[in-house]
């Protein structure tokens, strides 16, 4: 069996994912790295349902086959950091993600991803330069690398990003300003 074979189950598990329908994708991924073992892109996908379902051993394990596969793939990479990053292992997800950008340095998704895990681990002036560069990639356009919605939703993240933060940095007191928490965690996966 072989690539051909598989194509409709990754389609179908890409449709699955988009409805969040993470069981119905898994078993879909499950049946395109059954019939092509070889897959990366199935194999990172796969670890992208698991991770949904917060099965994050199994989805690690999966993302580790994806980059044994392909080393060159960088969203599996960065789906992996995601899992790392989601389980507060902040290192291993520096480490994933940097490996992405290694691999693929326009890949705005992962500087998308390093900007959040700046971003939660304080350091400001390099999360709002990550989310720069993820949102400059993200305009160039090009296939996977430009999608113009999600670059409006990083410009407007970043913003906000310096509407959260800044006060802090300034040394203002929370309550001076309107908005005085952080914000949610984001997630950049790319399925």
């Known amino acids: 069996m072989g690539e ?45 349902a698991l991770a949904r379902q917060r099965r994050h051993d199994e989805a690690i394990a999966a993302l580790r086959r994806a980059v044994e596969l392909d080393a060159r793939y960088a969203p599996a990479h960065s789906n992996l950091g995601n899992v790392y990053r989601e389980l507060g292992r902040r290192d291993d997800a520096l480490a994933a993600y940097r490996q992405a950008l290694e691999v693929d340095p326009d890949y705005w998704v992962a500087h998308q991803n390093l900007g959040a895990l700046y971003r939660e681990m304080g350091r400001v002036g390099e999360a709002v330069a990550e989310f720069r560069r993820a949102t400059r990639l993200s305009l160039r356009g090009g296939g996977r690398r430009g999608c113009l919605g999600a ?18 940095a300034l040394g203002l007191h929370p309550a001076a300003t309107p908005i005085g928490r952080s914000p949610d965690s984001v997630s950049g996966e790319h399925p």
């Open 4 to 48: 051909a074979e598989a194509q409709p189950y990754l389609q179908a598990g890409e449709e699955h994912l988009r409805r969040e329908e993470w069981g119905e994708a898994e078993d879909a991924f499950r049946q395109a790295v059954a019939l092509h073992a070889g897959n990366a892109v199935g194999w990172s996908k796969l670890g992208v």
């Open 151 to 168: 670059a409006a939703v990083l410009i407007l993240m970043a913003a906000a990003l310096l509407v959260l933060l800044l006060p802090a």
